[in-house]
């Protein structure tokens, strides 16, 4: 496996803030070059995406982590011309995720022109990538892996009142409030993110946006305390998705990024034409594929 070149580099959402992140640049790139977006407070530098990207880059895939603006808890965020705006996971409004996933495919065309595009997105970035490609049908992606994706935009956990709280709070505070929030991974939040994920707002679940995304996806879960299981990945299954269910691992695949990257890299054989020179060095991929059916 080969050390592949790290940059530091800068994209632009559609809607002009400046996005931080890494690239992973191999000495003879070969497609797909794969754009991963974090979870909910997640970082670009986060040990599950540099571990991945470096499993698809060590092999000659291009790959590069990117910010969205709901990275950390909180965050400023810079605009083109100098303005700042609140960002991070309590201030991001999630309706806005595809300003973000659009300004580093954007970013990826420029690098690496002509490469075809692959969005893995982890936990929430799972459910943010399959919300722009089903509702963009961008033709400069070709495919999506979704890595323990949440189900839907708006959390199927969280207490159904704390929306009624948010708007009461955002008429006599404003949107900035925060609010702490049951079982929500993080928390406090303000009421302009609460709000950002009323049930209203996503009406399609995960299952609806996959089926609509009109590319190859790739969904897995692992098994320890993740937000989903067999249920719902036969539930991606039944609408075209390749599935995998990672066996002793957490939500963030600790010890599993090499098997994680491995899995991507084979899945994305079995998918591209017989022949095609984006697949990974074989020339017969569809007989590497391995089967990922959840009967296994």
């Known amino acids: 496996m080969e050390e592949p070149r790290l940059e530091l580099?800068?994209?632009?959402?559609?809607?002009?803030?400046?996005?931080?992140?890494?690239?992973?640049?191999?000495?003879?790139?070969?497609?797909?070059?794969?754009i991963l977006i974090h979870g909910m407070a997640g970082r670009f530098y986060s040990r599950t995406l540099v571990e991945l990207a470096q499993g698809l880059a060590g092999v000659g895939h291009p790959a590069v982590s990117g910010h969205t603006r709901g990275h950390d808890f909180g965050a400023l965020m810079t605009r083109r011309g100098g303005g700042l705006a609140l960002g991070g996971a309590a201030f991001e409004d999630v309706t806005e995720a595809p300003y973000d996933v659009g300004g580093w495919v954007d970013w990826a065309?420029?690098?690496?022109?002509?490469?075809?595009?692959?969005?893995?997105?982890?936990?929430?970035?799972?459910?943010?990538?399959?919300?722009?490609?089903?509702?963009?049908?961008?033709?400069r992606v070709h495919g999506l892996v979704l890595l323990s994706p949440a189900w839907s935009g708006s959390p199927r956990f969280w207490p159904p009142d704390i929306f009624d709280q948010a708007r009461a709070a955002e008429a006599a505070s404003g949107p900035w409030t925060l609010l702490p929030v049951a079982r929500s991974p993080v928390t406090p939040l303000s009421a302009r993110t609460i709000l950002s994920r009323v049930p209203a707002?996503?009406?399609?679940?995960?299952?609806?946006?996959?089926?609509?995304?009109?590319?190859?996806?790739?969904?897995?879960?692992?098994?320890?305390?993740?937000?989903?299981?067999?249920?719902?990945?036969?539930?991606?299954?039944?609408?075209?998705a390749t599935v995998r269910w990672f066996g002793a691992t957490d939500h963030h695949?600790?010890?599993?990024?090499?098997?994680?990257a491995f899995v991507i890299r084979r899945w994305w054989q079995s998918q591209a034409p017989e022949g095609s020179p984006t697949a990974a060095g074989t020339t017969n991929p569809k007989k590497e594929a391995r089967d990922e059916s959840p009967h296994r």
Do not use: I, N
């Open 109 to 139: 065309e420029a690098r690496w022109p002509g490469c075809p595009l692959v969005l893995v997105g982890h936990s929430l970035g799972g459910f943010k990538v399959a919300v722009y490609q089903a509702w963009r049908q961008d033709p």
């Open 253 to 260: 695949y600790r010890g599993a990024a090499e098997q994680v």
């Open 9 to 34: 580099v800068r994209a632009r959402s559609e809607d002009g803030y400046e996005l931080e992140g890494a690239a992973w640049v191999p000495r003879s790139p070969k497609g797909p070059a794969y």
């Open 201 to 240: 707002a996503w009406p399609r679940m995960l299952p609806d946006l996959v089926a609509e995304a009109a590319v190859p996806v790739l969904a897995t879960y692992g098994s320890e305390a993740d937000l989903g299981g067999w249920p719902e990945l036969r539930a991606l299954q039944a609408v075209g």
